[in-house]
T-cell receptor, first 115, second 112 residues
Framework: NAGVMQNPRHLVRRRGQEARLRCSPM?????VYWYRQLPEEGLKFMVY????????ESGMPKERFSAEFPKEGPSILRIQQVVRGDSAAYFC?????????????FGEGSRLTVL | QKEVEQNSGPLSVPEGAIASLNCTYS??????FFWYRQYSGKSPELIMS????GDKEDGRFTAQLNRASQYVSLLIRDSQPSDSATYLC????????????FGSGTRLQVQP
């Protein structure tokens, strides 16, 4: 019974490179949320997607960041031309329904370090 | 004003005591409230939800909601060292953002 799977768990990039983070939701879940967590801080909402649709991207920076959740395959959060300030833990969460009861199932996170 | 505010702590309590964690939020219409626990280096996990004014109990945990004062709290009775973690308050508003908004979390330390 696989939970939310994220990979890679750890990613090191140099400034200017691209980072791709992948998230496979729990089986039967079609709603995916991406959050960013800086050290000693809470979770900051980035984007909410359903299959093939971006529902709410109000928390995602307009430049360099993009997200997708294709019909087949995992959701991907892409960060282009990374900068040191992008260093953070990126958590993906999934939910079986759109009306939130708060039951978000989180993956273990992908920790991005930008050198 | 932040949408969801928590004292970052750390809140230190002795083993067996009651830990009280508080959270205030912006009033933006109908809301639902949640408490998540996050161990260091791990992912958050839901421990309590509350939708109505008053108290909701689940084992050693009690969530309290006061809509008039715009705060929600979490009480942990008989605190154990294994309760040492960061507790995140989260709010879902029926309008606006279609996702949970989290506070910055309160770090709890239970001293054996």
């Amino acid at each position: 019974n696989a939970g939310v799977m994220q990979n890679p768990r750890h990613l090191v990039r140099r400034r200017g490179q691209e980072a791709r983070l992948r998230c496979s939701p729990m089986k039967g879940h079609s709603h995916v949320y991406w959050y960013r967590q800086l050290p000693e801080e809470g979770l900051k909402f980035m984007v909410y997607l359903q299959k093939e649709n971006i529902i709410d991207e109000s928390g995602m920076p307009k430049e360099r960041f993009s997200a997708e959740f294709p019909k087949e395959g995992p959701s991907i959060l892409r960060i282009q031309q990374v900068v040191r300030g992008d260093s953070a833990a990126y958590f993906c969460a999934s939910s079986p329904r759109s009306t939130l009861t708060g039951e978000l199932f989180f993956g273990e996170g992908s920790r991005l370090t930008v050198l | 004003q932040k949408e969801v505010e928590q004292n970052s702590g750390p809140l230190s309590v002795p083993e067996g005591a009651i830990a009280s964690l508080n959270c205030t939020y912006s009033d933006r219409g109908s809301q639902s409230f949640f408490w998540y626990r996050q161990y260091s280096g791990k992912s958050p996990e839901l421990i309590m939800s509350i939708y109505s004014n008053g108290d909701k109990e689940d084992g050693r945990f009690t969530a309290q909601l006061n809509r008039a004062s715009q705060y929600v709290s979490l009480l942990i009775r008989d605190s154990q060292p294994s309760d040492s973690a960061t507790y995140l308050c989260a709010v879902f508003w029926d309008t606006g953002r279609r996702a949970l908004t989290f506070g910055s979390g309160t770090r709890l330390q239970v001293q054996p």
